[in-house]
């Protein structure tokens, strides 16, 4: 039942453990049975911020597929205008806003596809494209200059 | 009615998502996409409606649920009738005063893919249109079965290679045209039908507040650039819907109350369909010389149904 790799540095994420007696294969599941995405009461959750909410275990937020991933993208703050481009067009929900401002990214749950970089309008780009081993801070060492329009 | 700002991008950005990452859609779907900005789009609370298919499968995964609300996966055909029924029996425990919070707005929301929208459940979809049920379904549509090897739908577009209309020394791929949905969806009389992309990100948040208001059965077709059977890398999945809008292979538009047309989104240059197919591995075989009159024939297509559009437009009948 191993749907996610061992991450180092997320031990509030990733499959956690379910007590022994809890544990049930898939087809061992009542049927009928629901699995509710937080503990206790969900009213007002959609005016709740993520580090608000009281997540469940069986909610997929406590899951990470960042093993998924080759290459990562990486985010240079000093460049970028806040205009949510990649916020509304994440597929993993990986990048995080909060008050109008972008302040990162989501390393558990983004899957390296990329689609942030190609749509941020920046000149050079504030998320670029890096190998998963690369080192955040030697990445934005490594940050190309601003390219002049060609005429 | 909580519908919230959507007035650009950083108002709209304050929402809290209800559609949780860690779900197992292939790298650069746009299915999450679309859901993500229906869920934003309102802060109402959702009772959502899933039909089997990519979606279903890679958001529900045991023992995960990428969901903050309300969701019920049922057969591959049953998303309209699922979301039909809770709207029934919400409507009769309102009146029962049954309801443990009878005043919470509570909006019902199916989602189905191609397959399940175009072919195995447009019946159950057509019963739930007729009956006037007040819900919204929503298509995501990717244009094959992606979920089960990317074989042909009847939402596959000519000239398309799948698995089960493969091209090669004796076919072109598949040779029928894809079935018309919005207007078959406008013809059932339903209020509010449109056809909307995940690259023009105001059009279609406008369009789901729009179907969410809206009181009676509202169909969405929303074009989901599919990486995996479209054959193209991940990342350039906004651009190559960019591209489907631009060429007008998926034009942007509404049908109000089954006869009024507004064309959302015109091209300032509408493209050569060329660069849409030459964008994907699907159509590589058009590019030979004796498939040319593929690559034609889709051409005339796109241009008799701009001009069709154009002239329900103006004709406001």
């Known amino acids: 039942m191993s749907i996610t790799g061992s991450v180092p540095g997320t031990d509030k994420r990733g499959l956690r453990e379910l007590g022994a007696e809890e544990k ?45 991933r080759i290459i ?43 689609v942030c970089v190609e749509v941020c309008p920046t ?7 890096f190998g998963e081993a690369e080192e955040n801070d030697k990445a934005l060492s490594a940050w190309p200059e601003k390219k002049k329009k060609e005429k | 009615m909580a519908i919230t700002s959507i007035k650009n991008l950083k108002e709209f950005s304050t929402n809290n998502d209800r559609f949780e990452g860690a779900h197992l859609l292939c790298p650069g779907c746009a299915h999450s996409m679309i859901v993500r900005e229906l869920m934003n789009c309102t802060d109402d609370n959702l009772v959502i409606a899933s039909n089997t298919g990519c979606l279903e499968v890679s958001t529900a995964v045991y023992p995960y649920t990428s969901w903050d609300t309300s969701w ?40 189905g893919g191609d397959g399940s929208t175009y072919d195995i459940g447009f019946q159950w979809l057509s019963g739930a249109m007729e009956r006037g049920h007040d819900f919204t379904y929503i298509c995501l549509d990717n244009e094959n079965y992606a979920n089960t090897g990317g074989q042909r739908s009847s939402a596959t577009p000519v000239g398309a290679n799948t698995s089960t209309a493969q091209a090669g020394s004796h076919s072109y791929g598949k040779k029928q045209k894809k079935k018309d949905m919005v207007a078959i969806m406008a013809a059932h009389g339903a209020p509010y039908v449109a056809q909307l992309a995940p690259n023009k990100w105001k059009s ?26 479209w054959k193209f890398d991940p990342k350039d999945t906004i651009n190559v819907t960019d591209l489907a809008t631009d060429t007008l292979m998926f034009p942007i538009y509404e049908i109000i109350d089954g006869h009024e047309l507004n064309i959302l989104y015109r091209p300032k240059n509408i493209l050569k369909v060329e660069d849409y197919l030459g964008a994907q591995g699907r159509y590589r075989h058009l590019f030979k010389p004796e498939n040319k009159h593929v690559i034609e024939r889709i051409q005339k297509d796109i241009d008799e149904k701009w001009e069709f559009l154009q002239r329900r437009e103006e004709a406001r009948i």
């Open chain 1, 123 to 129: 000149n050079p780009k504030s998320l670029l494209m």
């Open chain 1, 72 to 114: 990562k993208p990486v985010y240079n703050r000093d460049i970028c205008i806040d205009c949510q481009n990649c916020w509304v067009w994440c597929p993993d929900t990986s990048i995080i806003s909060r008050d109008k401002q972008m302040l990162g990214i989501d390393y558990d749950h983004c899957k390296g596809c990329g």
């Open chain 2, 72 to 111: 019920i996966h049922i057969g591959f055909e049953n998303a309209a009738t699922a979301a039909s029924c809770a709207e029934s029996m919400y409507k009769a425990r309102k009146n029962k005063g049954t309801l443990k919070d009878p005043d919470a707005p509570v909006k019902f929301v199916a989602f």
């Open chain 1, 24 to 68: 049930v294969g898939w087809d061992e599941v009542t049927q009928g049975v629901t699995l509710n995405s937080f503990v206790g009461d969900a009213a007002d959750i959609v005016h709740k911020k993520a580090e608000e909410r009281n997540y469940n275990d069986f909610n997929s937020y406590t899951a990470t597929v960042a093993s998924w």
């Open chain 2, 204 to 229: 279609m948040a406008k369009g789901f507040q729009k179907a969410l208001e809206t009181e009676g059965p509202c169909f969405i077709n929303t074009v989901s650039a599919c990486t995996t059977e």
